[in-house]
């Protein structure tokens, strides 16, 4: 003969409930994950638009490289951190 609890838990409604509980703390927990990522790509977004906001084009990549050096810019595909900062002609006349 099965004890209350076990007839308790073998209930329909209370399995429901259960499921709908665990399926609710992990939808929260994925949420607040992508709410971080997207305040960090915003923050990304800030701090190169901040390095490129400077007149002159060579301080501008000076900017974006150091921003990948330190880390606070992800290189995802590692391309841009072997790009050489090299002088860029002066196109003002």
Request: proline share 5%.
């Amino acid at each position: 003969m099965a004890s209350g609890l076990e007839r308790v838990l073998a209930h329909p409604a209370v399995i429901a409930a259960v499921v709908t509980g665990v399926a609710t703390g992990a939808a929260g927990v994925a949420a607040s994950k992508i709410t971080a990522q997207i305040s960090e790509r915003q923050l990304e977004g800030n701090l190169v638009i901040e390095a490129v906001k400077v007149c002159n084009k060579m301080q501008a990549v000076t900017n974006l490289k150091f921003l990948l050096d330190v880390g606070f810019l992800p290189d995802l595909a590692d391309k841009l951190r072997p790009i050489e900062v090299v002088p860029l002609p002066d196109t003002a006349g």
